[in-house]
């Protein structure tokens, strides 16, 4: 009896992890550049034989490889990566992968994100242009000019987010290990004028967290019904 109580908690452990992650899918379906977080789970085995019980583990978190719709704004300063890379970005956490293309330009001509960091290149350098030119016109490879003269490059990057992924702000991965810089590859560039929405399916989200919900409580009727099971064998046995 008691094996079925821990195996039904670490259900409601692992549900509740999904339901964190399903909420904050839900909280970022209108947020710029957002991937969508799933949970894995497995089964982790206690014991040996006819003995051995299976639990569910907490489970490892994964980010969705979707990509988000564009949508067209017209602003010179907001851009989209097309294809599988990411923009990178100068924190306090270090470098930090981004899909989130709202940019803008400082009085000094540094290009920043919209929580004014500054926008890096494909060496890792600050990308820096001339406040006096306007806005720079970017070409499908990233590269960046003003006044028809090459002044910099957006820096696309491909990383690996992995299991357990930290995440910076809204739509930032804090990446685990040095990013590369993406070269010669003609499946991967940059839409100016475009945004990348939230690739989260609201409806879908909502599907799911009904059925979490569903299965936490049947979790929940399942722990009692065993408790009360336990009570009725103790007070039989005390009984003799």
């Known amino acids: 009896m008691q094996d079925s109580l821990y195996v039904a908690l670490s ?3 692992a549900l509740e992890r999904r339901l964190d992650t399903i909420a904050d899918n839900v909280a970022n379906a209108s947020t ?22 299976s639990f569910a583990s907490s489970g490892k978190t994964y980010l969705s490889g979707a990509h988000g719709a564009l949508t067209e704004t017209g602003n010179p300063f907001d851009f989209a990566v ?17 899909r989130d293309g709202r940019f803008s330009m400082n009085e000094n001509g540094e290009l920043m994100s919209i929580e004014g960091y500054p926008v890096l290149d494909g060496g890792g350098a600050p990308i820096q242009l001339d406040p006096r030119n306007g806005p720079p016109k970017a070409g499908a490879d990233g590269s960046l000019r003003q006044n028809d003269q090459l002044v910099g490059a957006l820096g696309l990057y491909n990383f690996d987010p992995g299991e357990n992924f930290v995440r910076y702000g809204n739509s930032g991965i804090v990446p ?8 010669d590859r003609s499946d991967v560039g940059v839409a100016q004028g475009f945004l990348e929405e939230s690739n989260v399916n609201p409806v879908l989200e909502m599907t799911r967290l009904i059925q979490v ?9 399942l722990m009692r019904q065993t408790d ?11 009984s003799k």
């Open 176 to 183: 685990a290990r040095t990013p590369e810089p993406v070269t």
């Open 82 to 98: 097309q294809g599988d890379a990411w923009f990178a970005i100068d924190t306090p956490a270090g470098t930090v992968m981004t």
């Open 213 to 221: 919900q569903r299965a936490f409580e049947n979790t929940a009727a």
């Open 228 to 238: 009360s099971s336990t009570d009725d064998a103790i007070k039989t046995l005390g």
């Open 11 to 13: 259900s409601q452990i």
């Open 32 to 53: 710029v550049g957002f991937r969508a977080t799933g949970v894995k789970f497995e089964d982790v085995v206690s014991g040996t034989g006819p003995k051995s019980v």
